[in-house]
């Protein structure tokens, strides 16, 4: 009988983080000013260096690096919150924006970027910190409403979730109505999702979150496996699913809030990432929490390449380029795979 | 002998009805109970309290002697392995994957399988038939085949007390036999006890040891299958008139249900000429 062991999961883990650097170095070579192999190179061996063309440097390092470092970490939280929440859900439609979290990260982005406020912790822009704050305060709310009896209700989470999310999508729609022209902008390019906007202390900070989470979802994984079979029979099983159900919401719910917070509303990879690497690796959440992971990271590197070069100079909001490319490779993948069929019953 | 589960006291309710209404009884070591009786009885609902699903509000249960409360859940699943009666996947687990987590309870941390893991899995799935299936999926299985599969699950916990909720309900009458003469064979080896919730009277008369019959929450009778399965019990506690003989092959009570369209005279005719279980 097979099962998954430590030499097969390494080896997956390996050849796709292999791809995933591939991608990134990949991606660091695209785009509308001309960098090539021998310039990086020469950044690399001497990056404090005074004869290195300066705006090429300036673009690889400060423009393009942190860009494509944001669309690993959020593709890959994303990703992963997608997965985490399809298991405790206990459906496969579920996406990280189901449970509100998402629209109360944009209203708090938003809430910032119609204020106009300039605060600034340190070197921290005002915007993804406000949505931060609102993501967690939507995680609160729905946490708080879920319980029954002290004891999570998985049910009870949907409808709150789902219903806070609408009441929170309707405040952020009133405001873009009343928004001036100026503002409006602003709000709409944010909403569409960016990943341009960040620099490196930001970054650095949500790389940091978003791999503390993963990680800790990660160790749940086998958890996963049982939650997903009913609480009644997870719990004969042995596991302790009050604490799973609470550490995958949490977890899966702050991953989201700290994407969204600094890239906007960027869809379809929390639903598709998931499905595809199910068909793929199977429904074992040991190996496919992490490969998910990485193969959103994958995903939003290449398709933000694709956003800002396909038109360039014009960029297109890289929520376009996951719909458009990844939707109907997946309807693709669903009629020729048998395990992506999901049960009629 | 010992008892393995002591039940004292025992009231529960899911919203204001009294499912369970002050119940007591012990389940001995290395027995197979059954448990029967009417839909709504309580029946399931045992079960759920005894591999600790659900709490009650009065009353204390205890297995192996400690109160099953101050056990980790964990615990539990390496001494109580269930066999639910239905069995959903959101997911496409190949039958492999769900008899190993079975293993749950004995595996930490990330928990890969080791090879001792996957000798009980296969082991499991050698005794239930289900070895072939390995690498197929969950949801392409008949019911049948299914319940085998998560017999096998149950089995590879290795516990040493199995719940069992209406375990035969989708199974043809071969695969019913099959079943119950594994737990039989368990049984009699490996000293597993075996807790049966069914509807099948006959299969609980021909294999339990004893029988628990419950009406409304209640314990109307608990015996061996001689003293439980009479006329008058079941005719009480089931609102039906049935006919008890003996079996003329396992000497078990068995039970013939009397359709109520009968004529009146037949039916008591076939009564008083019937070999009456006293």
């Known amino acids: 009988m097979e099962s998954l062991s430590l030499r097969r999961w390494l080896t997956i883990i390996f050849f796709l983080t292999i791809l995933l650097i591939g991608a990134i170095i990949f991606s660091s070579f695209q785009g509308s000013a001309d960098i090539n192999i021998k310039d990086a190179t020469e950044l690399l061996s001497n990056p404090l260096s005074q004869n290195w063309p300066n705006t090429k440097a300036v673009i690889l390092l400060k423009v393009r690096l942190p860009r494509i470092i944001l669309a690993c970490v959020v593709g890959g939280a994303l990703a992963v919150a997608g997965v985490v929440l399809q298991a405790l859900l206990r459906n496969p439609l579920a996406d990280p924006y189901v449970l509100g979290v998402s629209s109360g990260s944009a209203l708090g982005a938003i809430i910032a970027i119609l204020l106009g406020l300039n605060i600034n912790i340190g070197t921290l822009s005002s915007v993804p910190l406000f949505g931060f704050g609102g993501g967690l305060g939507t995680i609160l709310f729905v946490y708080q409403f879920s319980k029954i009896h002290r004891k999570i209700s998985v049910q009870t989470m949907l409808l709150v979730g789902v219903v806070t999310g609408a009441i929170l999508s309707a405040v952020i729609m009133f405001i873009t109505s009343i928004a001036g022209p100026h503002k409006l902008q602003g709000i709409v390019f944010w909403l569409m999702g960016n990943l341009g906007a960040e620099e490196y202390p930001m970054l650095l900070i949500v790389s940091f979150y978003v791999l503390v989470g993963v990680l800790i979802l990660l160790y749940h994984a086998r958890g996963l496996n049982l939650l997903v079979l009913g609480e009644e029979s997870a719990l004969q099983l042995g596991l302790e699913v009050e604490r799973t159900k609470k550490v995958a919401f949490i977890g899966a719910s702050l991953i989201t809030g700290a994407a969204v917070s600094v890239s906007g509303l960027i869809g379809f990879v929390g639903i598709l990432i998931p499905h595809l690497v199910r068909m793929i690796v199977g429904s074992d959440h040991r190996l496919l929490l992490p490969v998910a992971g990485l193969s959103g990271s994958i995903y939003l590197v290449l398709a933000d390449t694709l956003a800002r070069t396909v038109m360039a100079p014009t960029e297109i909001p890289v929520g376009v380029i996951t719909a458009i490319c990844g939707g109907p490779f997946f309807i693709y993948l669903l009629k020729h795979s048998k395990k992506g069929q999901a049960p009629l019953l | 002998m010992d008892a393995i589960y002591e039940v004292k006291n025992l009231k529960f309710r899911y919203l204001e009805n009294w499912v369970l209404d ?36 009065q009353g204390e249960i205890y297995l192996q002697k400690k109160n099953i409360f101050q056990f980790q859940q964990r615990e539990i699943g390496r001494i109580v392995g269930v066999v639910p009666q239905e069995n959903y996947f959101p997911f496409p687990f190949t039958v492999g994957e769900v008899v190993l987590m079975g293993r749950s309870p004995w595996l930490s941390g990330f928990g890969f399988e080791r090879n001792e893991d996957l000798q009980i899995a296969s082991e499991a799935m050698a005794l239930t038939n289900t070895l072939g299936l390995s690498n197929r999926l969950i949801f392409e299985l008949s019911g049948g085949e299914k319940q085998r599969v998560i017999i096998a699950r149950a089995l590879a916990q290795k516990p040493q007390v199995m719940l069992l909720d209406e375990p035969t309900v989708y199974l043809d009458i071969g695969h019913q036999v099959e079943i119950y003469d594994l737990i039989k064979k368990l049984n009699a080896e490996k000293r597993l006890t075996v807790i049966i919730v069914s509807h099948d009277l006959n299969l609980a008369s021909g294999y339990c040891d004893r029988l628990l019959l419950l009406d409304r929450g209640a314990i109307y009778e608990m015996g061996t299958p001689k003293e ?10 089931y609102h039906s008139k049935v006919l008890v003989e003996e079996n003329p092959v396992t000497g078990a009570p068995r039970v013939t249900l009397l359709s109520k369209l009968m004529p009146g005279k037949f039916r008591e005719k076939k009564l008083t000429r019937s070999n009456k279980i006293t």
């Open chain 2, 22 to 57: 002050d119940v007591s009884f012990e389940v001995i070591e290395g027995e197979i109970l059954g448990i029967i009786g009417p839909n709504g009885s309580g029946k399931t609902t045992i079960l759920r309290l005894l591999s600790r699903v659900l709490t009650p509000q």
């Open chain 2, 228 to 237: 439980v399965i009479t006329e008058e019990n079941l005719s009480r506690v």
